[in-house]
C-alpha cells in the first residue's frame, strides 16, 4: 500500500492556541497556503497554493483513495484543514505523533527529531516559527508595511522561498520518523480507538452561552468591586502586585512575607493573633485569584458557529499510558460543584442578578466556578447521561495483584474505604458506619486507599492531604504498616514488577507475569505488555543507582515535573501505577468502542467517566449506558468492574 505523506502551511486571523482546530479552520479568513507531499520515499513535491497553483489531481483522488494511506504529524490538523475543501476519511489515515506517544516519545515534532537522534538536516528547522508569524498570522499596521493587516508571498519573496524549504523539511522530518517508527507498529485496535477519538471531537459538546455570558459579565463587576475595595484599603494603584502587597504589609503590620502564595495566604489568615486589616486585604486577593473565569474566558474563545466546543481531548496525550490529555478548557481538572440549588444559581448567573448570587450563596466567585460543569449542555430537546467506572484504579490493581479479599469487596458491597479499615485495624465493617465511633477509621482507610496503591509512604499520605484530615504525622507510618500488612499480594506485585523488569533489562530475555502482564526488550526499549495485548515503551532503558544508592531502571523520557525530556528514573510503585492506569484506560477505551458501536452520541469523556446525548423520548437508558460500559473485553476475564452515573440537563459532579 502506497503512503502519502503530507504537511501544510495555513493562514487564519484566529489564534489556534486559544481557540483550538476546529474554530480555527471554520474561519472565513482560513485557507491553505502551502501543501507539500511526498509518495513514500520519493522527492517531497510542493504546490504554492498562495501563488495559484493547483493541487494535482492524482493527490486529490488519493486523499479519499482508501488504498493510499496518508500520514502527517498531528494528522488531526491536515485532515481537517483539507476537509474544508477535499473529501477525506479519517480511518486512511495515520498520525506519526500520536504513534510518537504510543512510543514513550515527545510529541512535538523539533523535540521528537532530537529525542530520535536525527541528523540536523532531518529536523525541523528553528526559522520555522518567524516565518508561521509572518505569513500565517494577521500582523499589526504599521508605516513600514504600508498599514497593511496580512503579510502575503509576495510581500517577502525571500521569505516565502524559506517557508516553502520549511514546508518540505517538516515533510522529510516526517518521513525519517514514520521510518523508525514502523518498528514498533501501531496496533489496529488503537488506530480504530484513534478514529473514534477524532469523531467523538468533531462531535464536540454545547455551551450555554447564556451562562458564559453571564458568569464573565458578572466576574467583572465582582473583581472591578474587590479591586476597589482593595485600592481604598491600602491607597495601592494595583494592589494585586505581589511586590506591592508585601511592601504595604511589611510597612503597615511590620510582618516579612517571603511569598503571597495559597499556602501562606492561609497561614496568615488562620492566624488568630493576625492583624484584621492584613487579613481583610489577603482575603480580597484570594477571591481575585480565583480562576473560575478563566475557564469561561477559554470556552468563549473556542466555541465554534453552531455553538459547541471541539477538540477538548488529546488521545494519548498523557504519555504512554495512553489516556487522553485535556486541551483548551482543560475538562479533566474542572472545578466540584457542592451546592443543592445549581438550577437556581445557574438562572440568577444568566440573568445577571449578582446581588441575589451574593445574598443567596455569599461567595460570588466560588459559585461561578460551580457553575462551571454546567456550561456544558445537551442540545435542545436532549439530556446528558453521564456514567463513571467506580474505583476503576482499586479494582484493577487488585485484579492484577490477585488480592482476593478486595476482589470479593468489588464483588459484593463495594465499600472498599470501610473494608480496607477493617482489614487494618481488625474492626468488624459493620461497626464502620455512621453514629459509630468506629466509623472515624473509614477516613483512615479512605486516605490509605487513595495514597498507598502505587508504594506511596507517610509523604504521599501528607500529599493527599492526611494531615487536613485531622491525623498527625507521627500516626502516619502506622497507617502505612497496617496497609501494607493487609494488602501483601500488592505489596509482592510491586516487588515482582519491578524484578522481573530489571531482570528482562540486565538478561534480555522475557519476563511473564501470572496476572497477564510481560515484559520484553525491543531495540531501544523496554516494554511492558498489557493483558490487552497494548505496549508500554520505555526509551533507552538501563540500570544504574538511584537517588538512594539502589540499582533502578532509568530511561529516557518527559519528566512530569519539569516537563523536560530527560533520564528518569523508576521503581516498582511507579511502574505498576503506568500500569494500572494504562489497563484502566483500555477498559475505558473498550467501553467508548461498545457504547459507539450501539448508537450512543459520545460527547466527551472525563478521567473515567463518559458523558453522552440521547432525544429525550428514545428510550435510551442510563441503566443500559451502564451496562454496555461494564461489558468487558475477553482479556479481563474475572475483573470485577462496575460503574453507576446519573441523568442532566447539563453537566455536573453528582
Known amino acids: 500500500m502506497k503512503t502519502l505523506h503530507i504537511d501544510l502551511e495555513t493562514y487564519s486571523d484566529i489564534d489556534i492556541t486559544k481557540a483550538g482546530l476546529y474554530r480555527y479552520v471554520q474561519s472565513p479568513a482560513f485557507e491553505i497556503l502551502l501543501l507539500a507531499y511526498s509518495y513514500d520515499y520519493e522527492p517531497v513535491r510542493i504546490v504554492d497554493l498562495a501563488a495559484g497553483e493547483q493541487v494535482p489531481f492524482q493527490v486529490m483522488q488519493d486523499l479519499n483513495n482508501p488504498n493510499v494511506t496518508k500520514t502527517a504529524h498531528n494528522a488531526a490538523f491536515e485532515i481537517n484543514c483539507l476537509k474544508k475543501y477535499f473529501p477525506t476519511e479519517v480511518c486512511q489515515w495515520h498520525c506519526t505523533m500520536v504513534h510518537a506517544y504510543y512510543c514513550g516519545l515527545p510529541g ?340 490509605a486507599e487513595l495514597a498507598l496503591g502505587y508504594q506511596g509512604g507517610a509523604g504521599s499520605l501528607i500529599s493527599m492531604g492526611a494531615l487536613n484530615m485531622g491525623l498527625s504525622e507521627e500516626e502516619l507510618p502506622d497507617i502505612v504498616r497496617r496497609w501494607r500488612g493487609s494488602n501483601r499480594r500488592i505489596v509482592s506485585f510491586w516487588y515482582a514488577v519491578e524484578q522481573h523488569a530489571i531482570d528482562t533489562l540486565r538478561h534480555g530475555t522475557a519476563g511473564y507475569m501470572p496476572c497477564g502482564i510481560a515484559f520484553g526488550r525491543e531495540p531501544d526499549y523496554l516494554t511492558a505488555v498489557l493483558p490487552s495485548g497494548r505496549k508500554l515503551y520505555y526509551y533507552k532503558p538501563e540500570i544504574r543507582r538511584n537517588a538512594l544508592g539502589r540499582e533502578a531502571i532509568h530511561f529516557r523520557g518527559v519528566n512530569q515535573k519539569t516537563k523536560k525530556w530527560e533520564m528518569i528514573s523508576t521503581y516498582g510503585g511507579k511502574l505498576t501505577e503506568n500500569i494500572v492506569q494504562a489497563v484502566a484506560r483500555d477498559l475505558l477505551a473498550n467501553s467508548l468502542m461498545n457504547l459507539y458501536r450501539e448508537g450512543f452520541e459520545i460527547d466527551f469523556h472525563i478521567h473515567d467517566e463518559i458523558i453522552m446525548e440521547v432525544p429525550e423520548n428514545s428510550g435510551r437508558t442510563l441503566e443500559e449506558a451502564v451496562g454496555i460500559m461494564c461489558r468487558l473485553p475477553g482479556w479481563a476475564e474475572g475483573l470485577p468492574l462496575s460503574a453507576d452515573g446519573f441523568e442532566s440537563h447539563y453537566y455536573k459532579k453528582d
Not at 526559522?127 to 517577502?156: A, E
Not at 525571500?158 to 520518523?177: A, G
Not at 443543592?340 to 448570587?357: N, S, W
Not at 443567596?360 to 463513571?388: C, E, H, M, W
Open 108 to 447: 512535538q515534532l523539533a523535540q521528537l527529531g532530537k529525542a530520535l537522534g536525527l541528523p540536523e538536516s532531518r529536523q525541523k528547522m528553528a526559522v520555522g516559527k518567524q516565518l508561521i508569524r509572518y505569513f500565517c498570522m494577521p500582523c499589526m499596521p504599521t508605516k513600514s508595511n504600508y498599514g497593511r493587516t496580512r503579510n502575503l508571498w509576495h510581500h517577502d519573496r525571500q521569505k516565502w522561498n524559506l517557508f516553502k524549504s520549511y514546508c518540505i523539511r517538516d515533510v522529510e522530518t516526517e518521513r525519517e520518523i514514520h521510518k523508525i517508527l514502523k518498528k514498533y507498529p501501531f496496533p489496529e485496535v488503537e488506530h480504530y480507538n484513534w478514529v473514534l477519538d477524532q469523531l467523538i471531537s468533531t462531535n464536540g459538546v454545547a455551551v450555554d452561552r447564556g451562562l458564559t455570558a453571564g458568569a464573565l459579565k458578572m466576574s467583572a463587576e465582582v473583581q472591578e468591586g474587590l479591586s476597589d475595595r482593595a485600592r481604598k484599603l491600602t491607597g495601592l494603584d494595583y494592589a494585586n502586585s505581589v511586590e506591592q502587597l508585601k511592601q504595604w504589609i511589611r510597612h503597615n503590620a511590620g510582618g516579612e512575607l517571603e511569598t503571597l502564595n495559597k499556602q501562606t495566604v492561609a497561614e496568615v489568615l488562620a492566624d488568630k493573633s493576625g492583624d484584621e486589616l492584613v487579613k481583610e486585604v489577603l482575603k480580597i486577593r484570594k477571591e481575585l485569584g480565583k480562576t473560575s473565569v478563566k475557564k469561561y474566558e477559554a470556552m468563549e474563545a473556542c466555541v465554534c458557529a453552531d455553538g459547541r466546543i471541539r477538540g477538548l481531548l488529546q488521545f494519548y496525550g498523557a504519555n504512554r499510558t495512553g489516556r487522553w490529555a485535556g486541551r483548551l478548557v482543560q475538562v479533566q481538572n474542572l472545578p466540584r460543584n457542592y451546592l443543592g440549588t445549581l438550577d437556581t444559581a445557574r438562572e440568577l448567573v444568566k440573568k445577571g442578578q449578582t446581588d441575589a448570587v451574593k445574598a443567596i450563596y455569599g461567595n460570588v466567585p466560588d459559585t461561578l466556578s460551580q457553575l462551571i460543569r454546567t456550561a456544558f449542555v445537551p442540545r435542545q430537546g436532549n439530556k446528558f447521561l453521564v456514567a463513571d467506572f467506580s474505583a476503576i484504579e482499586a479494582r484493577v490493581l487488585s485484579w492484577l495483584a490477585g488480592e482476593q479479599w478486595r476482589l470479593d469487596v468489588f464483588r459484593t458491597h463495594g465499600k472498599i474505604y470501610e473494608a480496607s479499615a477493617s482489614a487494618m485495624f481488625g474492626v468488624d465493617i459493620g461497626l464502620i458506619k455512621k453514629g459509630n465511633p468506629e466509623y472515624a477509621l473509614r477516613g483512615k482507610g479512605k486516605i
